[in-house]
T-cell receptor, first 117, second 117 residues
Framework: AQKITQTQPGMFVQEKEAVTLDCTYD???????LFWYKQPSSGEMIFLIY??????QNATEGRYSLNFQKARKSANLVISASQLGDSAMYFC??????????????FGGGTRLMVKP | GAVVSQHPSRVICKSGTSVKIECRSL??????MFWYRQFPKQSLMLMAT?????????EQGVEKDKFLINHASLTLSTLTVTSAHPEDSSFYIC?????????????FGSGTRLTVV
């Protein structure tokens, strides 16, 4: 069964507008972590934001915020004031279990975001 | 911040030859290294997990004799693609974790684009 689902293969957004990238997850472990990464055409994985399952508040990092709805098992990424440089692939990922070094990340299928000038 | 150096960034090799990819953690000790493969327009798929000084754990469907992983020290892990074939052409990327993971926790290398001709 797929653990991480990103239902939007591609999205367009107008420059300077906000955009929400969807991510739903499935786990039976009460302790888990959710991550968002940006992958430009160069291939590198750029860490954007992290949300722990026990975190009380939604994570924010500059223009990025994570809309964490635990009961719905969703962890949507919101990018405010989109910039042309935001055009890239975006991956949602989950770490099952506690914050131990050996726990792997499972990735969603990704969403390609294209920012229009 | 934590940095993982991955080399080479791009390699073209002839069918039947072997290729070695290195990942070095520059400023922390990587107790665990994850190796991923990414085909064009697809997500990252975990190939194997390696812990320093022990044998790697391979995901189902990944041939351990074809993809040799060595994690001999806390700062270096290597992936060797043996007897490469055109279907092995892909983007390979490593991710390292130290013993104490911060909220980000996973540091990615910049990836290696392998083309087998």
């Amino acid at each position: 069964a797929q653990k991480i689902t990103q239902t939007q293969p591609g999205m367009f957004v107008q420059e300077k507008e906000a955009v929400t990238l969807d991510c739903t997850y499935d786990t039976s472990d009460p302790s888990y972590g959710l991550f968002w990464y940006k992958q430009p055409s160069s291939g590198e994985m750029i860490f954007l934001i992290y949300q722990g399952s026990y975190d009380q508040q939604n994570a924010t990092e500059g223009r990025y915020s994570l809309n964490f709805q635990k009961a719905r098992k969703s962890a949507n990424l919101v990018i405010s004031a989109s910039q042309l440089g935001d055009s890239a692939m975006y991956f949602c990922a989950m770490r099952d279990g506690g914050n131990n070094a050996g726990n792997m990340l499972t990735f969603g299928g990704g969403t390609r975001l294209m920012v229009k000038p | 911040g934590a940095v993982v150096s991955q080399h080479p960034s791009r390699v073209i090799c002839k069918s039947g030859t072997s290729v070695k990819i290195e990942c070095r953690s520059l400023d922390f000790q990587a107790t665990t290294m994850f190796w991923y493969r990414q085909f064009p327009k697809q997500s990252l798929m975990l190939m194997a997990t390696s812990n320093e000084g022990s044998k790697a754990t391979y995901e189902q469907g990944v041939e351990k004799d074809k993809f040799l992983i060595n994690h001999a020290s806390l700062t270096l892990s290597t992936l060797t693609v043996t007897s490469a074939h055109p279907e092995d052409s892909s983007f390979y990327i490593c991710s390292a974790r130290g013993a104490t993971g911060a909220s980000g926790g996973y540091t990615f290398g910049s990836g290696t684009r392998l083309t087998v001709v």
